[in-house]
């Protein structure tokens, strides 16, 4: 029921984890695709090769989301192999856990400047290619630690509260051209990003999620695909939670 076929969809951070099944999905549904990686260039080209070997239509940029001539440069890239841009998806992210008294300025920069500042220059530099689409649209990939905070998480969480409300301003300010802005915020979900977690962190996490499980990335990226997809056309500012029922607002 999902095509996207002909849609030209950009992914941040999608050699791996969560990003590299939302390109699965994408390219599966049809669409052509574009994803970046930062700094891990084995890894982003076996996932590139990956892609390519199944006949799919993807390409590969190194970028930082983070820096204005890098986006300037990734737009370039962007014109020339697609064509154009129908959605773009901010999935890039890091972490620099620390608890508040430990964590240093540059942890808290260093994960604001990529997880927040990234992706608002990200929307800024494609927003004129994305008014061109005929339905454009921006996912933004936030995080639970962004609605409920999280120990030890004082910048990441604040990067993606920030990213939630700079969602919804965008959905205000474009809703009158047709642009549709969502964020889907997964929770503990299975990466390299978790794999760093010990077995108490785990633990205590696994006791706060009503479903008992970790997630899969393939429960984020249906989301995604849902949002990237016409079923929700009439959807905007919204944050869409996959979190195994951990946050339930009331
Ligand atoms: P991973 O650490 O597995 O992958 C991160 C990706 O982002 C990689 O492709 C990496 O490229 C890229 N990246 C990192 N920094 C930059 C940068 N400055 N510019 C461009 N690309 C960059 O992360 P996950 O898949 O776990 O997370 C994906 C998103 O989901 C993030 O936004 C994260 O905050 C969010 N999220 C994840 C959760 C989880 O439990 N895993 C929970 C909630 C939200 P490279 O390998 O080259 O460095």
């Not at 700094?39 to 080209?45: E, L, T």
């Not at 990237?228 to 946050?247: E, F, H, K, P, R």
Request: charged share 20%; with cysteine; proline share 1%.
């Amino acid at each position: 029921m999902i095509n996207l076929k002909d849609k030209k969809i950009l992914v941040t951070g999608g050699s791996r984890g969560i990003g590299k099944e939302i390109v699965n999905f994408l390219l599966k549904a049809g669409a052509e695709v574009m994803f970046t990686y930062h700094s891990n260039y084995d890894k982003a080209n076996e996932t590139l090769k990956l892609f390519k070997k199944a006949g799919f239509k993807c390409f590969m940029s190194k970028s930082d989301v983070s820096d204005l001539e890098s986006n300037q440069q990734l737009f370039k890239e962007v014109q020339e192999k697609l064509g154009g841009l129908d959605i773009l998806i901010n999935n890039a992210g890091i972490t620099k856990d620390n608890l508040l008294l430990r964590m240093t300025l540059d942890q808290f920069d260093s994960v604001v400047k990529t997880n927040l500042r990234g992706v608002w220059m990200t929307c800024k530099v494609f927003l004129k290619m994305l008014l061109r689409s005929s339905n454009g649209k921006i996912i933004n990939i936030a995080s639970v630690s962004g609605i409920m905070g999280n120990a030890g998480q004082s910048n990441y969480s604040s990067a993606k509260a920030g990213v939630i409300g700079l969602t919804k301003s965008i959905a205000r300010e474009y809703a009158s051209k047709g642009l549709k802005v969502n964020a889907v915020a997964p929770g503990f979900t299975v990466t390299d990003m978790t794999e760093r977690l010990n077995e108490n962190q785990i633990q205590l996490a696994l006791k706060s999620i009503p479903l008992g499980k970790m997630g899969s990335t393939e429960d984020i990226a249906g989301a995604v695909l849902f949002l990237a997809s016409d079923l929700s056309n009439y959807i905007t500012g919204q944050t869409i939670v996959v979190d195994g029922g951990m946050v339930m607002p009331i």
